[in-house]
């Protein structure tokens, strides 16, 4: 179950800071047209309604790689705090995951760095140290998926996991994600069988036509997950990222990096 809420977060609300390598944009289908498919479209206001919604969506998505933020996410056992800046790319991320312990992520440039506490330090054999990963390295197979270079914030995977999108709101929309289109692991698959491809979620976009909130109700994978949301905040505010002394660092292990898979 720990698996499964890991995955549930981090493959659909942060796609690809913690999760996915990236295969390309979607297509959701929407209530009014189909969406186009292609290069990014240019970000419309959160109180146009003519436009359509796969499009606007997929617009306010996309500014995710532009533009530095704080990231907040929420989910049953589990939450987490950081910043993060696609530009450099540099990111600081800090999740609590309850009796499980406390992981934090750094990464500068192609450079990523995990420290685990409690009982997923102990269990991966890093606990009081930090993990470095070459996120170059990460196959598609692997557990992280860090800030792929072409797009690091993972939206063009969060985008291919759109099934359908209709606005309810000004800025607001619901619609529906498919886990197998943005899922490398088949095991995984296997075990969510098909209420992977069809988890519901609710996104709102604000004025300047950015992604404000993401959020999915995992309960349909397993009632024990509860709702999840992602909240990109601060736009703009500086992020400061340093390594951490050579001293502190190990080379994650392979099974954790999901090398030779």
């Known amino acids: 179950m720990t698996k499964l809420r890991r995955l549930a977060t981090t493959g659909v609300a942060y796609v690809a800071v913690l999760g996915l390598a990236v295969t390309g944009c979607g297509s959701p289908a929407t209530t009014d047209a189909p969406a186009a498919n292609g290069g990014a479209a240019s970000a419309a206001p959160a109180g146009a309604t003519t436009a359509d919604p796969a499009?606007?969506?997929?617009?306010?998505?996309?500014?995710?790689?532009?533009?530095?933020?704080?990231?907040?996410?929420?989910s049953t056992g589990l939450s987490g705090t950081g910043l993060s800046d696609p530009k450099v790319p540099a990111m600081d991320m800090t999740m609590e995951l309850g009796t499980a312990g406390e992981t934090r992520v750094l990464m500068i440039g192609r450079d990523a760095y995990v420290k685990m506490g409690g009982q997923l330090g102990a269990a991966t054999g890093g606990s009081g140290k930090w993990l470095h990963l070459d996120t170059r390295s990460l196959g598609s197979g692997g557990q992280l998926g860090l800030m792929p270079a072409d797009d690091p914030v993972g939206v063009r995977k969060m985008l291919d996991a759109v099934v359908e999108v209709r606005r309810i709101g000004p800025g607001t929309f619901v619609g529906t994600l498919d886990y197998s289109k943005s899922m490398a692991d088949?095991?995984?698959?296997?075990?969510?069988?098909?209420?992977?491809?069809?988890?519901?979620?609710?996104?709102?976009?604000?004025?300047?036509?950015?992604?404000?909130?993401?959020?999915?109700?995992?309960?349909?994978?397993?009632?024990?997950?509860?709702?999840?949301?992602?909240?990109?905040?601060?736009?703009?505010?500086?992020?400061?990222?340093?390594?951490?002394?050579?001293?502190?660092?190990?080379e994650a292990p392979t099974g954790l990096t999901g090398a030779g898979t």
């Open 55 to 74: 499009d606007e969506l997929r617009a306010a998505v996309l500014r995710l790689n532009e533009e530095s933020m704080r990231i907040h996410v929420s």
């Open 186 to 250: 088949s095991k995984t698959l296997a075990d969510l069988s098909d209420k992977a491809k069809a988890v519901p979620f609710t996104a709102t976009v604000d004025e300047q036509g950015r992604l404000k909130k993401l959020g999915v109700d995992t309960t349909v994978v397993s009632p024990t997950l509860g709702p999840m949301s992602v909240v990109y905040s601060d736009w703009g505010t500086p992020v400061s990222v340093s390594r951490p002394p050579a001293s502190q660092v190990v």
